[in-house]
């Protein structure tokens, strides 16, 4: 029954690579469950086997690709000895993870676009505390130096914080002025932490 098992979880974790690659190149409407079954060396009635939908197979793709897995527990780990440098640190940390997964904003836009956030407002119940909990130890290792906004908000504006920059990243890359680039999320932290007015 274990080596049954340890078989199927070696085909799912194969459906899941094979489908990962496929979306982030063909995106969602490109890529075929036939596509999908030959790029994971399985015969179509293999992979229904495994999953239902088309739609199944990209919300378990989502999930498990997500970089959260490895973004949640490096800011955990942020170091400093002030707010503002276990903050600058925690920022390091995510860009760091995050741009060795540059499929991530792949599968962002698809999730967003062709289905509306619905997986990802599943993964935010989970995700969530996590970053509230987080907070809230940051907010006790600064003794009174955050300004009391809800906790909830604060994750929220840091996660947008590293959406904007991504996403301008991508839209504008290399076209952009050397200003608009250089030391971009130095910047970026520097206007979340101390404000734009003077």
């Not at 085909?11 to 190149?25: E, K, S």
């Not at 505390?129 to 006790?140: D, K, N, S, T, V």
């Not at 955050?146 to 906790?151: H, K, L, S, T």
């Not at 839209?171 to 520097?190: K, N």
């Amino acid at each position: 029954m274990e080596e049954s098992l340890s078989r199927g979880e070696q085909t799912r974790n194969a459906i899941l690579q094979a489908a990962h690659d496929l979306f982030v190149q063909q995106g969602y409407h490109g890529t075929s469950m036939r596509q999908i079954a030959k790029q994971a060396g399985l015969a179509l009635g293999g992979l229904y086997n495994h999953f239902a939908s088309k739609e199944d197979v990209f919300q378990a793709v989502f999930f498990t690709y997500h970089p959260y897995h490895e973004v949640l527990p490096l800011i955990s780990g942020s170091q400093g000895d002030s707010v503002d440098a276990v903050v600058r640190d925690a920022a390091r940390r995510m860009v760091e993870a995050v741009k060795e997964r540059p499929d991530f904003m792949n599968l962002m836009f698809i999730e967003v676009v062709e289905f509306k956030s619905v997986h990802a407002r599943q993964l935010m119940v989970e995700l969530l505390p996590r970053g509230q909990a987080i907070l809230q130890r940051f907010a006790q290792a600064g003794q009174g130096q955050i300004r009391d906004f809800p906790p909830l908000i604060v994750v929220r504006s840091f996660l947008g914080l590293f959406f904007a920059y991504y996403i301008t990243e991508l839209v504008f890359g290399e076209a952009a002025p050397p200003e608009f680039r250089d030391g971009a999320m130095d910047h970026f932290l520097e206007i979340y932490l101390h404000g734009l007015l003077k």
